[in-house]
């Protein structure tokens, strides 16, 4: 699922509960248009967060700082931030996608370096919350212009565990030769 609404079963309109659908594996919470368009809050992503927990369902909890953001060195703060929401005691599967605002559809690639620095911090991050054992099994996956030409230089990215990847992925022929070269 692309999100799930707090209420798990009931007309909501506009929202798709988690019950609604039969069967689901994973569901993103707290993608980047979710909190800038529909204004979804730290809380409500927590809400979500803990509704895909509860029902047994692996959660993709996305990351990433602004523009604005990343040019006043905020990214650390704006990731502990939206690291704070995670549960104190980490019980079910989670995956780290960071995807930096700036980034997403804009063709705008952030260095190997830049990319690998805020993953090892979010690495770090979890250690501290959690602890090693906890944070070697949380999947890291990088969102923002992935797509055929700039897969090949993310792939060298040693802390990508996998990708999540947007408008690229509507176009059959472009998501095709992202899998060819990752080797789906």
Request: glycine share 6%.
């Amino acid at each position: 699922m692309q999100d799930c609404d707090i209420h798990t079963s009931g007309a909501y309109t506009g929202s798709v509960s988690i019950n609604s659908i039969t069967t689901v594996d994973y569901c993103i919470v707290g993608h980047s248009e979710r909190r800038l368009i529909y204004n979804d809050s730290d809380s409500i992503i927590q809400d979500k967060l803990q509704t895909v927990f509860n029902h047994d369902v692996s959660a993709i909890l996305c990351v990433g700082e602004t523009k604005e953001e990343k040019d006043n060195n905020q990214t650390h703060s704006v990731i502990d931030k939206q690291l704070g929401i995670l549960p104190k005691e980490l019980k079910n599967d989670l995956t780290i996608a960071y995807e930096p605002v700036w980034s997403i559809g804009s063709g705008n690639l952030p260095s190997n370096e830049y990319i690998e620095e805020v993953l090892s911090y979010i690495k770090n991050k979890l250690k501290s919350l959690y602890s090693n054992e906890i944070a070697e099994k949380v999947i890291l996956l990088y969102g923002g212009s992935v797509d055929e030409n700039s897969v090949n230089r993310l792939l060298e990215v040693k802390l990508i565990d996998g990708f999540l990847i947007g408008s690229a992925s509507a176009n059959f022929e472009a998501f095709k030769a992202i899998a060819e070269k990752i080797k789906l």
